[in-house]
């Protein structure tokens, strides 16, 4: 299986775990769930136990192979702060990126209390992007806090899908903001002003803003068939990347 990855703001994944859990209103319709059983149908390795949580310590030297100085979304396919992620293997994890300083690498998770146990004592490596998802207010904004807390070289938000219109969110101390509806036949609507809300308060706290997708349901407040073309927002593609980063 390929690591090039069609996700718009990175270029490769890195999957040293598989499967996960639900937590939050954000995972109900998990992109992941249904890919990791698709390709368990499929008999393609790695995927034996579908979406249950797997350890997969064949993958771990696979950034190291890869001499080319590449952006990888870490765990595109799992949370990397999983509760039953145990903390050496973790450790071996957290190694290899360390070792491999010419790449960079996004960490995305929506368990943010493991996050900040396992690194408030950690040196965290400068080639790291850390992230945490904020699909609504009562889930996710007490995530930003505790991301807050990490001396991260950039600190991301992803706000997808985006459940509801966050409001006066507070940025400070966040780089970059990442955001975009929910695909597949179940996707919940996502209504054009919670994203220009959003991208409004990203242009007052001078945050970098990327949108992602409309997914299922368009601008226009119509569910498709099919995800909705295009990455237009008022006639415009958001791909803001953190201003101390390269582009990709």
Known sequence: MS??????????TWNPTTGCTKISPGCLNCYAEVMAKRLQAMGTH????????????????QPVLRKKPTMYFVN?????????IPDNYLDDIFNVISTTQQHTYQILTKRANRMLEYLRNKSIPQNIWLGVTVENIEHGIPRIQLLRSLDAKVRFLSCEPLLEDLGAIDLSDI?????????????????????????NECDKQDVAFFFKQWGMW???????????????????????????????
């Open 3 to 12: 690591n090039y990855s069609a996700i718009e703001w990175t270029e490769q």
């Open 46 to 61: 790695g995927y034996e136990n579908g979406f249950k949580l797997s350890l997969m310590p064949t993958r771990l030297n």
């Open 76 to 84: 595109s396919m799992s949370d990397l702060f999983h509760e039953d």
């Open 175 to 199: 780089h970059w903001v990442i955001t975009g509806g929910e695909s597949g036949a179940k996707a919940r609507p996502m209504n054009k002003h919670w994203v220009i809300s959003l991208q």
């Open 218 to 248: 368009g601008a226009d407040g119509k569910k498709r068939a099919k995800k909705a073309n295009g990455r237009l927002l008022n006639g415009k593609i958001w791909d803001e990347y953190p201003i101390m980063a390269n582009a990709l």
